[in-house]
């Protein structure tokens, strides 16, 4: 059976329009994507079966888009498609900040830090500068390095703070291990990172760790 022969408050457009994106399962949501599944199969059907050989979603939408045109029932046009709809996720959070909302909070941070970094197959350090309200004015990805780790530089992070006017910077690094949990090594930089902000009066808010789960707010824990 076609969906468009399921009744209407069954089909995922319709319900979408009438309940709202959110009351959508996974596969549902994936489905809208695809439009029409495998021969024989409709499209929430394939979504399901996308979902169970190759997710979960997290897993399945953070593949590289070359890597997603391969998986059957995608291909290179809805790869693309589901790479950009990600992407404008991403913009749309940037805007937000972008227009003024105030980011000094863990959760607010620690969402967009994830958002930017949790799917890194390597470790990158990132900085959000702020000004003197902790308006978001940039982000920037600064250090990047292996699986094992990168290398910090306070020196640059000041030098990027300056260039930018800002009065506060939030920092955070990704944990491609999955493990969340701050390193003695991360306690250690976030006191070098404060001390070396504090000589040109910018404030250090927070230093956030980005894994599976919720990111790790060092700030939460006292330590910033």
């Known amino acids: 059976m076609h969906i468009r022969d399921w009744p209407s408050d069954e089909r995922p457009r319709e319900r979408l329009l009438a309940k709202g994106a959110s009351a959508l399962s996974d596969a549902e949501l994936l489905a809208i994507f695809l439009g029409s599944g495998l021969r024989g199969r409709d499209a929430v059907t394939t979504a399901r079966q996308l979902l169970q050989a190759h997710g979960p979603l997290r897993g399945l939408l953070e593949r590289p888009a070359a890597q997603l045109s391969a998986l059957p029932g995608l291909g290179p046009a809805r790869a693309c498609q589901l790479a950009a709809a990600l992407e404008l996720g991403h913009r749309l959070l940037g805007a937000h900040l972008e227009r003024g909302a105030l980011v000094s909070d863990p959760l607010a941070a620690g969402t967009y830090f994830a958002q930017r970094l949790r799917s890194r197959p390597h470790e990158v350090f990132a900085a959000l500068f702020l000004d003197t309200r902790h308006r978001a004015i940039a982000f920037e990805e600064l250090f990047r390095g292996t699986i094992d780790g990168a290398e910090v530089h306070p020196r640059e992070l000041v030098t990027r703070a300056l260039?930018?006017?800002?009065?506060?910077?939030?920092?955070?690094?990704?944990?491609?291990?999955?493990?969340?949990?701050?390193?003695?090594?991360?306690?250690?930089?976030?006191?070098?990172?404060?001390?070396?902000?504090?000589?040109?009066?910018?404030?250090?808010?927070?230093?956030?760790?980005?894994?599976?789960?919720?990111?790790?707010?060092i700030a939460a824990r006292g330590a910033v």
């Open 163 to 217: 260039a930018h006017n800002a009065a506060a910077v939030i920092v955070g690094h990704n944990h491609p291990s999955g493990s969340p949990e701050p390193s003695a090594a991360d306690l250690a930089l976030t006191a070098r990172l404060k001390d070396a902000l504090r000589l040109v009066d910018v404030r250090l808010l927070d230093h956030l760790i980005v894994g599976d789960g919720p990111p790790v707010s």
